[in-house]
């Protein structure tokens, strides 16, 4: 499903026109990203968590060259589905 699909299934299930799904959708990715780039985390109680993880340092190969590569510490998304989400991938 692409972000095209999610507006028009957002569309559906909440009887909002696909401009106002647009808008809603576009809030939403807005605020959570704007909470993980303060560091915050944010609960969906049911549905996940989403939280910043920091990545330590470390060395990799780099597969066309074979030769050993320094790679940087960075800060990266993570996801954790709650339990009803859990319970409907089953």
């Given at each position: 499903?692409?972000?095209?699909?999610?507006?028009n299934a957002?569309?559906?299930?909440?009887?909002?026109?696909?401009?106002?799904?647009?808008?809603?959708?576009?809030?939403?990715?807005?605020?959570?990203?704007?909470a993980l780039?303060?560091?915050?985390?944010?609960?969906?109680?049911?549905?996940?968590?989403?939280?910043?993880?920091?990545?330590?340092?470390?060395?990799?190969?780099?597969?066309?060259?074979?030769?050993?590569?320094?790679?940087?510490?960075?800060?990266?998304?993570?996801?954790?589905?709650?339990?009803?989400?859990?319970?409907?991938?089953?």
């Amino acid at each position: 499903m692409n972000k095209a699909d999610l507006i028009n299934a957002i569309s559906e299930k909440a009887g909002l026109s696909k401009v106002d799904s647009k808008k809603a959708l576009d809030g939403f990715i807005g605020a959570v990203s704007g909470a993980l780039a303060s560091g915050d985390k944010v609960s969906l109680v049911g549905f996940g968590s989403f939280s910043v993880s920091e990545r330590a340092a470390r060395t990799g190969i780099n597969p066309a060259t074979k030769k050993s590569i320094n790679i940087p510490a960075k800060k990266v998304a993570k996801f954790k589905a709650g339990a009803e989400l859990a319970d409907v991938i089953k």
